[in-house]
């Protein structure tokens, strides 16, 4: 059940990243200037490139980690962080430039490495500004908490400033609701079998 529930979660997502990443293609292959395949087209390229990267990359880095894990070297597996790492996606970027030169009848390789390039580029671009959205976002919000926090902390210090002719409380306060439900203060404590809590005042 919870596998069915994670795929119908992670399915809408997948369909939306994968139209996303079809705009960023055919508009890299506006500015590439190369016959664009039209959305559909994009989509079932780069699903086809994903696949052939999941088993090419994907093999790839098993075979580095089972060889890893069988010598008991785990240098290797560091390996797959500098230059290991980088031969790989090197690996998967020639893969993908492949697999558009060929789905998108492009005139030469050179080109699909091109074409490749600019939508990767655009990608980066994108997640970019996805980031930076996010970042104003979150210190929107924050903000947002701050600002009610510091309105929050005013109307108490409202409440706890005496009427005009009264001296200001100091030291321990205490605070209840007399019997029309009016928040009082004072410095000695209220009628027996009143609730009240003490708030501790700068004098």
Do not use: H
């Not at 893969?95 to 980066?124: D, E, H, K, P, Q």
């Not at 030291?171 to 009082?184: F, I, Q």
């Amino acid at each position: 059940m919870a596998l069915i529930l994670s795929l119908l979660i992670a399915l809408p997502v997948l369909v939306v990243a994968l139209a996303i990443g079809a705009g960023l293609l055919v508009l890299a292959c506006k500015i590439v200037r190369v016959e664009s395949p039209g959305l559909t087209g994009a989509m079932w390229t780069l699903f086809v490139a994903a696949v052939v990267q999941l088993v090419v990359v994907g093999g790839l880095l098993f075979l580095v980690m089972g060889a890893s894990l069988a010598s008991g070297d785990r240098q290797a597996l560091a390996s797959l962080g500098g230059p290991a790492g980088i031969g790989i996606n090197l690996a998967g970027f020639a893969l993908t430039a492949l697999v558009f030169w060929r789905m998108l009848g492009l005139s030469s390789y050179a080109r699909a490495l091109l074409l490749n390039l600019v939508y990767s580029l655009l990608g980066m671009a994108l997640a970019l500004l996805l980031a930076l959205g996010l970042m104003l976002a979150g210190n929107l919000v924050s903000s947002r908490l701050n600002w009610s926090e510091l309105i929050e902390q005013t109307q108490r210090a409202d409440e706890l400033r005496p009427p005009p002719g009264e001296k200001a409380l100091g030291g321990t306060v205490y605070r209840w609701k007399d019997a029309e439900g009016r928040t009082r203060y004072s410095e000695s404590p209220p009628p027996s079998g009143t609730d009240y809590e003490v708030v501790e005042m700068a004098p």
